[in-house]
């Protein structure tokens, strides 16, 4: 594309800090507790469910980028799968959202660690307060350009795989590993795990921010399946290491009755005051550097779209490139989501608007484009099977808890397919003009 998009501006380090620094970010400290309240005392094995789920999504994604590695990432694959049409446009915007609404997880998450080591009560007004204010700083980061964020994140993440692995391991140590995070409640079903794994899954879907920034990565054609490989493989040892960690050092009612702050909860009995006051620092640095990875990528990903013309922009008297605006644009709908969503809503509508992406990819790819990459079908049509299954739990199990997430989930996924095909059908479906980056 133009200039907005620099060819090797990241390497393969700079690539898989990226990718680490959002599932880290988001999976261990916003949604350890989360997963615990579904999966009961099986949520450590709710993350390997995850990561073999992401497994098999991972492989359509890294055929695809090693074929057509492009600073688009996702919409390049829905646009070459579905053409210039409601489903690719719909899909796409449906994963930058999924990437927004994680975006203010991470964001509250932050908020609640912050108020946790400070000994404050977890307000309703500071936790919107102080979690706009970590987007605004990651707005910032963003501003100062690629090679800001690159070595941020390279930084960050090294800082944070190390702690936390520590902390994991001095935890497990400090508790004789022996679990105490057991029980057998009523509660916790097979139903309540299948579901747990929906938001297992989005403890690893920072791998898509890799996915969209393809072309900007050193050697494409190898690094970008290699970093998305070498990111869920960190992810998932640093996952089961700290769940493991945790369910050593609290019971399950103690997990779930803190649920957004569960990790520096069990560094305190485990670790004393020094180790409490070191996990806080460890999320306040994971939450921070997921966060400005996750904006790097969404408001790529939405200039892509907009250059494609699968949506409308409008620079609002705004100056700059088209990239500036999206960020802003980004920055504000997080912000938004920050302050009306708690966490546990906004874990589930973002696996909702996941899901049905990934589901799309998928069956696009399985379509019209496995032979042209040179794909096996069934890892694809078993990855399509996976993801059915936990969308029906976690739709089940909302419906029975929280129907009103459901229809939240349901309306927007409609209103989002509405607009794209009122959009499209006025200004023309848009050229299948060339894929911005290096094919």
Aim: net charge neutral; hydrophobic share 55%.
């Amino acid at each position: 594309m133009s200039k907005e998009y620099k060819e090797n501006s990241i390497t393969l380090p700079g690539a898989i800090s990226m990718g680490t620094g959002v599932m880290i970010g988001a999976g261990i400290f916003a949604l350890t507790g989360q997963i615990a309240e579904l999966a009961g005392p099986w949520f450590p094995l709710s993350f390997i469910a995850g990561a073999v789920v992401t497994a098999f999504s991972a492989y359509t994604y890294i055929k695809m980028s090693n074929a057509f590695p492009s600073a688009g990432g996702i919409a390049m694959i829905l646009q070459k799968a579905y053409g210039p049409s409601t489903v690719a446009a719909g899909a796409a915007l449906l994963m930058a959202l999924s990437m927004v609404i994680n975006e203010s997880l991470v964001a509250r998450t932050f908020a609640s660690y912050v108020l946790r080591g400070l000994d404050v009560g977890q307000s309703e007004v500071l936790i919107p307060i102080l979690g706009v204010g970590l987007i605004v700083f990651a707005y910032l980061v963003n501003v100062a350009g690629n090679k800001s964020v690159g070595l941020f994140s390279v930084v960050m993440a090294v800082i944070k795989v190390a702690g936390i692995g520590l902390f994991g391991a001095a935890a497990l140590w400090a508790s004789g590993i022996s679990f105490k995070a057991t029980g057998t409640g009523d509660d916790f079903g097979i139903a309540g795990f299948v579901a747990s794994i929906a938001l297992s899954i989005l403890a690893f879907k920072g791998f898509t921010t890799i996915t969209n920034s393809g072309a900007e990565i050193t050697e494409p054609h190898r690094n970008v399946g290699r970093a998305i490989v070498i990111s869920i493989c960190i992810c998932v040892v640093v996952y089961l290491l700290v769940a493991l960690a945790v369910g050593s050092s609290l019971s399950l009612d103690k997990i779930i009755q803190t649920k957004n702050y569960s990790l520096a909860e069990a560094a305190e009995p485990a670790l004393g005051s020094i180790g409490f006051y070191l996990t806080v620092l460890l999320a306040i640095v994971a939450t921070a550097s997921g966060l400005i990875a996750s904006i790097f990528a969404v408001s790529r990903m939405l200039a892509m779209l907009t250059d494609m013309k699968l949506i409308p922009h409008s620079h609002f008297g705004m100056p700059g490139r088209i990239r500036d605006h999206t960020l802003v644009y980004t920055v504000v709908i997080a912000a938004l989501l920050t302050v009306f969503f708690d966490l546990s809503r906004i874990a589930s509508l973002g696996a909702f608007f996941y899901l049905v992406m990934d589901i799309l990819i998928h069956w696009g790819v399985f379509r019209a484009l496995r032979r042209e990459i040179d794909a096996s079908g069934w890892i694809m049509i078993c990855a399509i099977v996976f993801d059915l299954v936990v969308l029906a739990a976690l739709a089940i199990l909302k419906w029975q808890q929280d129907p009103l997430i459901v229809y939240a989930a349901a309306i927007g996924m409609a209103l989002v397919f509405i607009f794209e095909y009122w959009f499209l059908s006025r200004a023309g479906p848009p050229p299948e003009h060339e894929h911005h980056g290096n094919h």
